[in-house]
């Protein structure tokens, strides 16, 4: 049974930091592409952060450039976004995603709320 479980989301004040993480299960992970997408309310789905199946050169948002890391741990199955210096425009609930040829899986989503 493929899962992604994403955790680490919650309320936190403008400047400070969350780490979230994403657990994989019932696939081949290291093959995937994994990546971080947020969606605010009444806004679309964008992408925020991605890192190739080999944990090799990463992408960023414009947004979240120099603040966003995303790493991967292909012994674990398990794949980070760290954000720092969050602001209240950062508030979305935080999707993760793995893709690898037609195979594209989703988690369930985490909540992060910036505000003071």
């Known amino acids: 049974q493929v899962q992604l479980v994403e955790s680490g989301g919650g309320l936190v004040q403008p400047g400070g930091s969350l780490r979230l993480s994403c657990a994989a299960s019932g696939f081949t992970f290291s093959n995937y592409a994994i990546r971080w997408y947020r969606q605010a309310p009444g806004k679309e789905r964008e992408l925020v952060a991605a890192?190739?199946?080999?944990?090799?050169?990463?992408n960023y948002a414009d947004s979240v450039k120099g603040r966003f890391t995303i790493s991967r741990d292909n012994a674990t199955n398990t794949v980070y976004l760290q954000m720092n210096r969050l602001k209240p425009e950062d508030t979305a609930v935080y999707y993760c995603?793995?893709?690898?040829?037609?195979?594209?899986?989703w988690g369930q989503g985490t909540q992060v709320t910036v505000s003071s």
């Open positions: 890192t190739p199946s080999t944990g090799g050169i990463t």
């Open positions: 995603n793995a893709l690898y040829k037609q195979y594209d899986y």
